[in-house]
């Protein structure tokens, strides 16, 4: 490791990651890739030597190959999403997840897919809009409804629950602005606060951690707190109302949203069938119900969020993408467009292919090495004793920081133009260097929704509620810029904000009907 290139610009508390890892940092990243490659050495909290890296081939070794065998999820995000999620989170993470992701089966949550649940939920919006702007064009916070809509989107899909009504003058259920908050800002504090957090977690009694977190005298603190009470009782209410009609039987399950059909109502009648040492606590469950909504929910509001930005920027390929829609409308006999010719319609899944690219909404996660590990390269490092590195050895406890951002936009690969928005570049044949570095994602050579065992379960179910809504909002509704600046903040799932340091996401843009 320490042979490998690297900035040496490290503060001898936080090393290089309070550099990486704060809401402006995008240039930094750009930085590492331009001046050290696909892998680097960084500094982590007090000194610890670090790996950043978004090599191919090391990627491979660490998603796939020796995944959970070497590379596990870090304790610090371990100990981050029991406090944000709860104890029960546990069986998405070490032993028990391997058994917990083929309950969870990726083929389940797709026969969830359901197209017309998605359209019925994305009409309420199209309507509140149409109501919004029938006197002209107005500012709307677009981050804002997306955030309700991706909500309800997963809620009667995957909850089987309706979070909110959708019109133009219901109120967001209280769920879609915590967790639009949650994401938090991160800071220089929330880097040393993820490398305490694991010893923080372990003192005394939960009782007893919990009048501590009441007791400090911090805003941010007793904010995060009251968001985590949020999330927490909306899925103790999910979980009960559930539970309540599967013990009333079929005719009461059948009567709920999704009938019975959804994800978590499958999991419940699953797990009471299971024997004793398999079966998951009700913590376990609850641990499900707030991590799913959590994942599918600000991850596709953003991605949304960001497309319509984007295209309120570029209003030619608006433009072309409302044409392409509306002809697609008018071979359907003006009915909803199907599932089939909304997949394959070029130009819309070239702006989304390109957008989520470019502007990954998960910029970059991170893993530890639990063994010594090998981590052969792609593309050999330049060693500083000036040596050729092709393989790099890691030292068991290493952390490995996986750009996404930089995989996704690596000049090497994707060609001079890799940090443009081209949507184009999707309608030609993709570089012959990408093709052959096999990148180990499981969508369009992307690392968007990661790759192997702990790959996006979500990432065809949110690629279709982007079709379906963009489809519907596209048709209708023109998007232009506001003349409040945006700004893309780089938190752990990116959010647009009005400047560097608000905590309260949003995206304001004119809204008009489209001619
Ligand atoms: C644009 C939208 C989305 C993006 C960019 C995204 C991205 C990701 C990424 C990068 C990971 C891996 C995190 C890591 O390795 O530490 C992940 C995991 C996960 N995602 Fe998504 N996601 C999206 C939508 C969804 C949706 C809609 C769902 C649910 C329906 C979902 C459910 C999950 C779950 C459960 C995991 C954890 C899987 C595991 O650990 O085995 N995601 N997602």
């Known amino acids: 490791i320490h042979n490998l290139p690297g900035p040496d610009d490290a503060s001898w508390v936080t090393g290089h990651l309070s550099k990486m890892m704060n809401t402006t940092a995008w240039d930094y990243h750009r930085k590492v890739l331009r001046q050290f490659g696909a892998i680097s050495h960084i500094k982590g909290v007090f000194g610890a030597d670090e790996i950043y890296t978004f090599d191919p081939k090391a990627l491979h070794h660490i998603l796939i190959k020796d995944h959970s065998i070497v590379w596990d999820e870090t304790d610090s995000l371990i100990a981050g999403l029991k406090t944000m999620f709860g104890e029960g989170i546990t069986t998405t993470l070490g032993e028990r997840h391997r058994r917990q992701r083929k309950m969870f089966n990726p083929k389940l949550l797709l026969n969830l897919i359901a197209v017309p649940i998605f359209y019925e939920v994305a009409h309420k919006v199209e309507n509140a809009f149409l109501k919004k702007v029938e006197n002209g064009p107005q500012e709307l916070d677009v981050m804002d409804w997306m955030t309700r809509l991706a909500l309800e989107l997963i809620g009667q899909t995957g909850l089987g629950y309706s979070f909110d009504e959708l019109t133009e003058t219901s109120k967001p259920h209280r769920y879609a602005q915590a967790s639009k908050q949650l994401v938090p800002t991160q800071s220089e504090n929330t880097v040393v606060l993820q490398t305490l ?38 899925s103790v209410e999910i979980y009960q109302s559930k539970l309540a009609a599967i013990k009333q039987g079929d005719e009461a399950l059948a009567a709920q949203i999704g009938r ?16 004793d040492d398999g079966k998951l606590s009700e913590e376990e469950l609850l641990g499900q119900v707030t991590s799913l909504t959590f994942a599918a929910t600000d991850t596709t509001s953003g991605a949304l969020a960001r497309t319509f930005h984007l295209l309120a920027q570029h209003k030619d390929a608006q433009a072309k993408v409302r044409e392409e829609l509306r002809n697609a409308r008018k071979a359907t006999g003006g009915e909803d467009i199907d599932y089939d010719t909304l997949v394959a319609l070029p130009y819309l ?82 570089p012959e260097e990408l093709i052959d570095a096999r990148i180990p994602g499981v969508y369009s050579h992307l690392l968007t929704f990661m790759g ?18 963009l489809a519907l909002m596209l048709e209708k509704f023109e998007f232009s810029l506001s003349d409040k600046n945006i700004y893309w903040q780089m938190t752990g799932i990116a959010t647009p904000n009005l400047d560097t340091t608000s905590t309260m996401p949003t995206l304001p843009l004119i809204v008009s009907k489209a001619k």
């Open 197 to 234: 957090l694991p010893y923080l977690t372990r003192i005394g009694t939960k009782r007893f951690r919990r009048w501590i977190v009441d007791h400090i005298p911090s805003e941010d603190i007793k904010r995060l707190r009251d968001i985590i009470d949020v999330l927490h009782e909306t």
């Open 260 to 275: 019975g059909k959804d994800i978590i109502s499958i999991l419940l009648k699953a797990n009471m069938k299971v024997e």
């Open 349 to 430: 899944d070239a702006l989304c292919r390109e957008t989520l690219r470019l502007y990954p909404p998960v910029p970059m996660v991170n893993r530890v090495a639990r063994q010594d590990a090998i981590l052969p390269l792609l593309t050999p490092a330049k060693g500083k004793d000036g040596s050729t590195v092709t393989e790099v050895e890691v030292p068991k406890g290493t952390i490995a920081h996986l750009s996404i951002l930089n995989s996704n936009t690596n000049p090497a690969l994707w060609g001079p133009d890799a940090g443009e928005w081209k949507p184009e570049r999707w309608l030609n044949p993709l």
């Open 452 to 469: 192997g065992g702990r790959s996006c379960i979500g990432f065809k179910f949110s690629q279709l509620e982007m079709k379906v809504v």
